[in-house]
């Protein structure tokens, strides 16, 4: 999300003499009432001076249905931010017309190579806002540095404000937008198997953009920010199962089938439970049930949990649980043959997970999920999302 605010932003207030148009809208790639299932968003929102209402979502866009009458692709350009595969529900009807991306998952190749006057920037890092922010220092240094010299300008609802102590309290807002992301995506730079030179530069321009605003310059506490955003991702207690599931899930579409992953910040036992505490029945057959309506529901061949989160005593792990329907056993099989050793993987069994049974009368999406304690802590969902479209692809 932070990635296309900024990028939006920056742009619009300096586009390129040949830009496709002066205004670039950055669009929330889901649901409006998702964004509530996000509380790190609320939390940093308010050190940014916005809300959620701001923001543009897939519900301000026309209905699936009559896109190509209401918005016609041949008056768009899509710029990608934090992926560079244009799937979805938008992907099928505008992936023709990408003309930019900046993204550091695997390259897939579908961007084409010139999409100049927008760049085309696909490098591994530990965030994507990493890139944006390198990409547009030079600009964005020269947006403030006129902001500066012209004394002021307006904020939204406000007069002119002649103050230039407000007009960098503004940009040292934008710059924690975009610090929040690299912070929680690197573990506050400390995820040494994530974090390159790219992420540690922009941290450091962030900072020093925030400490120009004067209310900043003594105050600034990088830790406590980070620990601040981090403590509410972490709040999804108060979440249903089926919301926490959704709350960071992907999904890819290939030929034999779809892929979804979810992303959770708690162990799979905090799932397992919570799912009984639900339907008031065993926590394991209740967790069984969930996921196999998840997967209907949006017609999954193969579905994985990826959780991260710190133990008891205090050590980052990773757990891995790959549930597959009957007919994709061979794909969830070949997956774990292919990465085992690499990923370290670890079996380790959730009551009867392993062992799932069928619904009765209803043989043919039985399930059958696998669990794995990750050993291979550096590895994350933009590692694991290729191996598992890779086991799906062959």
């Not at 016609?72 to 017309?97: A, C, E, M």
Request: aromatic share 8%; proline share 4%; net charge negative.
């Amino acid at each position: 999300m932070t990635c296309s605010l900024l990028y939006a932003y920056i742009r619009s207030q300096a586009p390129p003499k040949d830009a496709f148009t002066p205004l670039y809208i950055p669009i929330v790639n889901i649901p409006a009432e998702d964004i509530s299932l996000r509380p790190e968003f609320s939390a940093l929102f308010t050190h940014a001076n916005i809300s959620a209402s701001h923001l543009i979502t897939l519900d301000d866009l026309p209905k699936a249905f009559e896109r190509q009458q209401l918005l016609p692709p041949g008056k768009t350009r899509w710029i990608l931010v934090d992926h560079n595969n244009f799937q979805g529900s938008l992907g099928q009807v505008y992936s023709t017309r990408v003309h930019g991306v900046i993204d550091h998952h695997e390259e897939e190749g579908t961007v084409p190579e010139d999409t100049s006057p927008e760049p085309r920037c696909i490098e591994k890092c530990g965030s994507c806002t990493s890139l944006v922010v390198r990409y547009f220092r030079s600009s964005w240094d020269a947006l403030a540095s006129s902001a500066l010299s012209s004394g002021g300008g307006y904020a939204q609802g406000d007069s002119l404000i002649d103050d230039s102590a407000v007009t960098r309290g503004w940009d040292a807002q934008v710059a924690k937008l975009a610090l929040a992301s690299i912070l929680i995506d690197t573990r506050n730079l400390q995820d040494a198997g994530k974090t390159k030179d790219v992420d540690r530069e922009a941290v450091a321009y962030l900072e020093s953009r925030i400490k120009l605003s004067g209310k900043e310059t003594r105050t600034w506490d990088r830790l406590a920010f980070f620990k601040e955003i981090d403590a509410a991702k972490q709040d999804i207690e108060s979440l249903a199962l089926n919301d926490i599931l959704r709350k960071d899930y992907k999904e890819w579409s290939e030929p034999d089938g779809k892929l979804g992953i979810s992303s959770v910040v708690k162990p799979l036992d905090f799932l397992v439970n919570k799912a009984g505490d639900e339907k008031g029945q065993g926590a394991e057959g209740a967790f069984h049930d969930s996921i196999e309506d998840f997967m209907v529901a949006r017609d999954l061949g193969i579905f994985a949990i990826m959780t991260a989160f710190t133990s008891s005593d205090a050590k980052f792990q990773r757990q891995l649980l790959v549930a597959s329907r009957k007919h994709m056993r061979k794909v969830a099989s070949r997956f774990e043959t292919s990465n085992m050793e690499e990923l370290g993987l670890d079996s380790f069994l959730i009551g009867k997970n392993s062992d799932n049974k069928p619904r009765e009368g209803d043989e043919e999406n039985e399930l059958l999920s696998r669990s794995w304690i990750q050993q291979n802590i550096s590895m994350s969902r933009k590692q694991v999302a290729p191996m598992l479209r890779k086991a799906l692809q062959t």
